[in-house]
Antibody, heavy 116, light 107 residues
């Protein structure tokens, strides 16, 4: 069955870097794009962008340009979200989600807490 | 960027009732609209895509309609497992914006 399994919760300090993983199984990884979605505590969903898993080309929403980076390890069917120079407002749950448009499978979410 | 406005923000209903959630796009998105359900502490799940196509395994009491800028999600005969939050999202070009969400609670 199709699964997206994300890495575990993270506790970081402001200014640090975090890298969240999303391991896909049950389908051909390079056939579907991978999206990243942010959900701040008690808030709605915010689309961060997506990465073309065939070409490796990322696309970022405007609010996520600069400190955010999507990458792949195709041989391991894994997508990554790296956030540099962490800020308190990066505290959120981050989801990976498969699809090019509508998002049909989601990871379980990775909770990131940024606090000094 | 295309803005998605969802209403109501919250809704209280009883088991067995029928409810409708609406979503308005700031420009024409044709039928490139999806609906998701999210339960507390869980990841969202796709309910409807292309405005009216039910995702696999979604009960037929859910239905989506609309095109252009006005869309709706209707849930007939609410069941206990239907309570949670609902989000619309357009997928007519990036960025794929979500609506603000509708929290459906038990009356």
């Amino acid at each position: 069955q199709i699964q997206l399994v994300q890495s575990g919760p993270e506790l970081k300090k402001p200014g640090e870097t975090v890298k969240i993983s999303c391991k896909a199984s049950g389908y051909t990884f390079t056939n579907y794009g991978m999206n990243w979605v942010k959900q701040a505590p008690g808030k709605g969903l915010k689309w961060m962008g997506w990465i073309n898993t065939y070409t490796g080309e990322p696309t970022y929403a405007d609010d996520f340009k600069g400190r955010f980076a999507f990458s792949l390890e195709t041989s391991a069917s894994t997508a990554y979200l790296q956030i540099n120079n962490l800020k308190n407002e990066d505290t959120a749950t981050y989801f990976c989600a498969r699809g090019r448009g509508n998002l049909d499978y989601w990871g379980q979410g990775t909770t990131l807490t940024v606090s000094s | 960027d295309i803005q998605m406005t969802q209403s109501p923000a919250s809704l209280s209903a009883s088991v067995g009732e029928t409810v409708t959630i609406t979503c308005r796009a700031s420009e024409n998105i044709y039928s490139y609209l999806a609906w998701y359900q999210q339960k507390q502490g869980k990841s969202p799940q796709l309910l409807v895509y292309n405005a009216k196509t039910l995702a696999e395994g979604v009960p037929s009491r859910f239905s989506g309609s609309g095109s252009g800028t006005q869309f709706s999600l209707k849930i007939n005969s609410l069941q206990p497992e239907d309570f949670g939050s609902y989000y619309c999202q357009h997928h007519y070009g990036t960025p794929y914006t979500f609506g603000g969400g509708t929290k459906l609670e038990i009356k």
